[in-house]
């Protein structure tokens, strides 16, 4: 007899996940990493540049060009400048504010 195995839908066990105050903190410092790796790997490219070549701009190793884009390396202000310079763009931080309804602003 065969059963059939019936798996979770990802999206209802993601959104339970995330109930999970510390799991919700890793998930978004994970996705902000991949965000600036993407940026990093795609403006590379528009530059028609290698990793090897990105490296040499930044003083580094075409493998630590390889975990930066890979989102597996955290990133200085310094070294995310340096990367900047290197492809002709700039680098913009921003602070939003997050909605707590449960903690007022106390100043």
Do not use: H, W
Request: proline share 5%; hydrophobic share 35%; with cysteine.
């Amino acid at each position: 007899m065969n059963k059939k195995i019936i798996l979770p839908s990802f999206d209802k066990e993601l959104a339970k996940d995330l109930k999970d105050p510390e799991f919700k903190k890793s998930f978004d410092e994970a996705g902000r990493k991949l965000d600036i790796a993407y940026k990093i790997l795609c403006l590379r490219a528009k530059r028609k540049m290698s990793q090897e070549q990105l490296a040499k701009k930044i003083k580094t190793t075409q493998s630590s060009v390889a975990r930066m884009e890979s989102g597996n390396q955290n990133l200085s202000t310094k070294m995310l400048e340096k990367i900047a310079e290197a492809l002709d763009c700039s680098v913009k931080v921003d602070f939003i504010l997050r909605e707590e309804p449960d903690k007022p602003y106390k100043p």
